[in-house]
């Protein structure tokens, strides 16, 4: 097969996350090393950028410009969330067609893939060669096919060590903390409110995921359980929570307000964090009660982006140029965890990641249902890379002269 001339156009899609712009760069500057690419393009905003023809040249941003962004959190082209249609799709491939583009890269989630599905279809009944890759993307790490995805790792980071610092808070001053992570279906962020526990009493106490239903009773009794044994509870939960008929937990605060895309309005306003904790606060007789909301912030927090996270991103931006440009492939870049731990790439087809998510398996979940297991520990760790130190003070304790307490 003789050499595909043309050009490259990237774009990014879904949620922002801490090292999107890691794989848009590895994919960039990729695809300028080869001869047959004669520009490389970013479409902004996404898909509604390539449909409005919104591109910006990035075969002339510099080298060391590129880096820069690659080392910055979010979307550097910007992002959107429209859903893909055949028929947006097929207007996405009509305009790759009319500026000779022949190599697609779409950096994002399960629609993301579908959208690379549907555009490459669309270039193979029009007899139109258009290499389409998709390049793995999400915090919720929930594409299949794929162990982990890049955004997962620096979110995780985010969250375990969020919780750290709310632990050291909460052992400071005991009470009940209460904090919503993202998760409508998966329950991978919040499981990794465990992962930078050090001491045998150390919070996160309770975790609460969608893969299980939620019991408001058995939820009250595993808080005073823990309030009892420790003198305090720390409780993270899913904003996706639901109960034994699928019922968003929320909607019994919010009455099933509905978002821009139609789906229940979950932690965006912190209703759930406020339920949760009404309930605690009514159904015992602890008083010092306190919910948080993490909203947006686990997404491209600034200066907590794990060095592991970092580096697959920017792999499977670069895989995706070589997999197009040398190997004249379609499909989704995919991570595959071989030793403890390394990883290698490969390419899934597009239909095995498109439109379907995936949640966390049972063996990442004890039986009681509100903490994870030393499986998902084991798996998600490496993820996250270095944890800043935390300690306790080492002394005696001083014998009681007068107080007998």
């Not at 591109?55 to 979010?74: G, I, K, M």
Request: net charge neutral; with cysteine.
């Amino acid at each position: 097969m003789g050499l595909l001339e043309g050009k490259v156009l990237v774009a990014q899609g879904g949620g922002p996350t801490a090292v999107i712009n890691q794989s848009m760069v590895g994919a960039v500057l990729e695809s300028r090393k080869f001869p047959q690419v004669t520009r490389v393009y970013g479409a902004v905003h996404g898909l509604r950028g390539v449909i409005n023809e919104d591109f910006l040249d990035l075969t002339e941003a510099t080298t060391h410009n590129l880096e820069a962004v690659a080392e910055t959190p979010s979307s550097g082209l910007c992002s959107t969330r429209d859903k893909p249609t055949v028929e947006y799709c097929r207007e996405v491939f009509k305009v790759c067609q009319a500026h000779d583009v022949r190599y697609f890269f779409y950096i994002g989630g399960n629609d993301s893939a579908d959208t690379c599905r549907i555009v490459n279809e669309e270039a193979d009944k029009s007899g139109y060669e258009l290499r389409v890759i998709h390049i793995p993307k999400t915090i919720d790490n929930d594409l299949k096919v794929t162990d982990h995805c890049p955004g997962y790792g620096s979110a995780a980071k985010f969250v375990a060590q969020a919780f750290a610092g709310a632990n050291l808070d909460n052992r400071a001053l005991p009470g009940v903390y209460i904090a919503i992570v993202m998760g409508r279906h998966a329950g991978f962020l919040t499981a990794a409110a465990a992962l930078a526990k050090k001491y045998p009493d150390d919070g996160p106490h309770l975790i609460y995921v969608p893969e299980r239903p939620f019991k408001k009773e058995q939820f009250l009794k595993d808080v005073k359980e823990t309030h009892a044994k420790y003198g305090r509870c720390i409780v993270a939960a899913s904003e996706g929570i639901v109960d034994a008929k699928g019922r968003a937990i929320v909607e019994q605060f919010t009455g099933g307000e509905k978002d821009s895309h139609g789906n229940v309005q979950l932690s965006g306003t912190g209703a759930l964090g406020d339920l949760l904790s009404s309930w605690v606060k009514n159904g015992t007789d602890i008083k010092r009660v306190r919910a948080d909301t993490f909203g947006y912030l686990q997404r491209s927090f600034l200066g907590c982006v794990s060095e592991v996270d970092q580096f697959e991103a920017r792999e499977v931006g670069e895989k995706a140029a070589q997999f197009a440009l040398w190997h004249h492939k379609d499909g989704s870049v995919a991570i595959r965890r071989i030793g403890d731990y390394a990883v290698e790439y490969f390419l899934a087809a597009l239909k095995d990641v498109a439109r379907e998510s995936t949640c966390m398996p049972a063996k990442f979940l004890n039986k009681e249902g509100n903490f994870v297991t030393d499986a998902f520990i084991k798996y998600a760790r490496p993820l996250i890379g270095n944890l800043p130190i935390m300690e306790r003070i080492a002394a005696p304790k001083v014998r009681k002269l007068l107080s007998k307490k």
